[in-house]
């Protein structure tokens, strides 16, 4: 139904930013609230951030609120995910995610609760 495909990964230092991004194609963009998601080897995905598609409302992991900042472009049909103060526990690839479904009494953070995936960009921070 949707097309994502992230791109702005890369190798950083810690302390660093870095801009990732999700740019997306298909349905109309606007009808879906938009995720990020991050795996590191071994671990399960876990969630990071969160973006309405109404209110551009925003809900953030613990390990991210402070650091990182979600925002979305309805125009360019476009997601992003600034991080800022990066730390080596950051290193994973990161996956942007759509889902049409909306809840009114909670944000979506679980992966189970997306549907579109993109194919994730890799970002690795060093010590």
């Known amino acids: 139904q949707v097309q994502l495909v992230e791109s702005g990964g890369g190798l950083v230092q810690a302390g660093g930013s870095l801009r990732l991004s999700c740019a997306a194609s298909g349905r109309t963009f606007s009808s879906y609230d938009m995720g990020w998601f991050r795996q590191a080897p071994g671990k399960e995905r876990e969630f990071v951030a969160t973006i309405r598609r109404s209110d551009g409302s925003t809900y953030y992991a613990d390990s991210a609120k402070g650091r990182f900042t979600i925002s979305r472009d309805n125009a360019k049909t476009t997601v992003y995910l600034q991080m800022n103060s990066l730390k080596p526990e950051d290193t994973a690839v990161y996956y942007c995610?759509?889902?049409?479904?909306?809840?009114?009494?909670?944000?979506?953070?679980?992966?189970?609760?997306?549907?579109?995936w993109g194919q994730g960009t890799q970002v690795t921070v060093s010590s």
């Open positions: 995610a759509a889902t049409p479904k909306y809840y009114t009494i909670r944000y979506s953070t679980s992966p189970r609760d997306y549907d579109y």
